[in-house]
Nanobody
């Protein structure tokens, strides 16, 4: 099996910063794309940022220039540095990874359990 464990969420004032981490463990041959999504109460889960195996990144328009996604392949970990946080960034943040478990298998998506980020005004 594959487990994704997130950390780094919390309560911060508007204008502050947080850094989220998501580490994958278990039966892993390789990881292609990694991403962060968020879901606010009553809303759908939306993409925040994504990074491919070739380190190509893309961001939601609402976080462009404020958030930075990065990855450490040796640690099977993805990070999200969040600066200049706004109250509208408040949500549960989930990581997702596209994992190949063996040399002969196709990849599959795995999700973390979510971490709460709350930005006070």
């Amino acid at each position: 099996q594959v487990q994704l464990v997130e950390s780094g969420g919390g309560l911060v004032q508007a204008g502050g910063s947080l850094r989220l981490s998501c580490a994958a463990s278990g039966s892993i041959f390789s990881i292609n794309a990694m991403g962060w999504y968020r879901q606010a109460p009553g809303k759908q889960r939306d993409l925040v940022a994504r990074i491919t195996g070739a380190d190509s990144t893309n961001y939601a328009d609402s976080v462009e220039g404020r958030f930075t996604i990065s990855r450490d392949n040796a640690k099977n970990t993805v990070y999200l540095q969040m600066n200049s946080l706004k109250p509208e960034d408040t949500a549960v943040y989930y990581c997702k990874m596209q994992v190949t478990r063996t040399r002969w298998s196709i990849d599959a998506d795995y999700w973390g359990q979510g971490t709460q980020v709350t930005v006070s005004s």
